[in-house]
């Protein structure tokens, strides 16, 4: 015998069907209300002058963390790298950058770089 299995969506204001998820963020938090059509709209209606006042921060989450850096992203460190090597600070080959290097390869100006990553002056 064999068996299907339905899922339906409950909106979450009056217990019918609902029709979408809609997710918002208030105070730093996301959240997500299964809707009908009519009170998604009533939502949307009730946020929309906040919205248009409102200024944008960026989209949802920061993406997958585990994501590749694109091929650009690797130029642009490897051209610090020579840079910082060339102003004589220590830097490895791979893994994260520090960010006061980052900063000032950024400024231009390798005297920002903390002296823990400059290499001993060599005597002569």
């Known amino acids: 015998m064999a068996r299907v299995a339905t899922v339906s969506l409950v909106d ?3 217990g019918g069907e609902a029709a979408e998820t809609v997710t918002f963020g208030l105070d730093g938090r996301q959240h997500a209300i299964d809707l009908s059509e009519s009170n998604a709209a009533k939502l949307r209606d009730l946020l929309a002058p906040y919205i248009a006042a409102a200024r944008k921060t960026g989209g949802p989450g920061r ?12 130029a642009g460190n490897r051209d610090l790298r020579e840079w910082a090597r060339a102003a004589g600070i220590e830097i490895g080959d791979r893994g994260r950058i520090p960010n006061d290097i980052q900063e000032a390869y950024q ?10 990553f400059r290499r001993p002056a060599l005597a002569g």
Do not use: I, Q
């Not at 993406?63 to 690797?74: E, H, I, Q, V």
């Not at 400024?107 to 823990?116: M, P």
């Open 63 to 74: 993406g997958n963390p585990t994501s590749r850096r694109s091929p650009t992203d690797r």
């Open 107 to 116: 400024a231009g100006n390798a005297s920002l770089v903390s002296h823990r």
């Open 12 to 14: 979450d204001l009056d």
